[in-house]
T-cell receptor, first 117, second 115 residues
Framework: NAGVTQTPKFRVLKTGQSMTLLCAQD?????MYWYRQDPGMGLRLIHY???????AKGEVPDGYNVSRLKKQNFLLGLESAAPSQTSVYFC????????????????FGPGTRLTVT | AQKVTQAQTEISVVEKEDVTLDCVYE???????LFWYKQPPSGELVFLIR??????QNEISGRYSWNFQKSTSSFNFTITASQVVDSAVYFC????????????FGAGTRLTVKP
């Protein structure tokens, strides 16, 4: 099992350019997440998905869009990159929750370091 | 909304010392889970432990131990006899039952263990 993989590992964009980050998991997990990590701020949730074809906003969704066309893939798009989106992006996945009160740990990908100049 | 505070930004110890990483959380929900993750210099996040709000038993796993105290809203992490390989950034995180998928992370504590 590869677990959670992210493509690309590094990217430099110019302001206004667009790009898509790809996350893939081979653990048959229902839930997938996109986070950004900034110095001194921990990880913040951008968007998440509880299943194929469904997405929802997290804590910091502005400037990003996502799609979950296949269960194993979760795409994060930046339509018009801004320097404030310079960050390390992490994708994560977790198993389906059996009930409202049950939580499972998330498994993280290796991260994508994005610089917007 | 829930909040996690890791007041210690950086800690430096010498190998074999014990070290405790603090985590204080805020939540209005009565059902929640707490997590610790490790981020070594290579950058990936490694899951360490999950604890639910109904279980206040302390947990020990090798040199790692966790102290969950609801009375003080804390979930502290202790490494006994620290080793150089323990050097990493450690994150505490919280998920509420009310706010299902929104796991909030603390800012992290960077631990440096010197030989």
């Amino acid at each position: 099992n590869a677990g959670v993989t992210q493509t690309p590992k590094f990217r430099v964009l110019k302001t206004g350019q667009s790009m898509t980050l790809l996350c893939a998991q081979d653990m048959n997990h229902e839930y997938m997440y996109w986070y950004r990590q900034d110095p001194g701020m921990g990880l913040r949730l951008i968007h998440y998905s509880v299943g194929e074809g469904t997405t929802a906003k997290g804590e910091v969704p502005d400037g990003y869009n996502v799609s979950r066309l296949k269960k194993q893939n979760f795409l994060l798009g930046l339509e018009s990159a801004a320097p404030s989106q310079t960050s390390v992006y992490f994708c994560a996945s977790s198993v389906h929750r059996a009930s409202r009160d049950v939580f499972y740990e998330q498994y993280f990908g290796p991260g994508t370091r994005l610089t917007v100049t | 909304a829930q909040k996690v505070t890791q007041a210690q930004t950086e800690i430096s110890v010498v190998e074999k010392e014990d070290v405790t990483l603090d985590c204080v959380y805020e939540t209005r929900d009565t059902t929640y889970y707490l997590f610790w993750y490790k981020q070594p210099p290579s950058g990936e996040l490694v899951f360490l432990i999950r604890r639910n709000s109904f279980d206040e038993q302390n947990e020990i796993s090798g040199r790692y131990s966790w102290n969950f105290q609801k009375s003080t809203s804390s979930f502290n992490f202790t490494i006994t006899a620290s080793q150089v390989v323990d050097s990493a950034v450690y994150f505490c995180a919280l998920s509420e039952a009310f706010n299902n998928n929104d796991m909030r992370f603390g800012a992290g504590t960077r631990l440096t263990v010197k030989p």
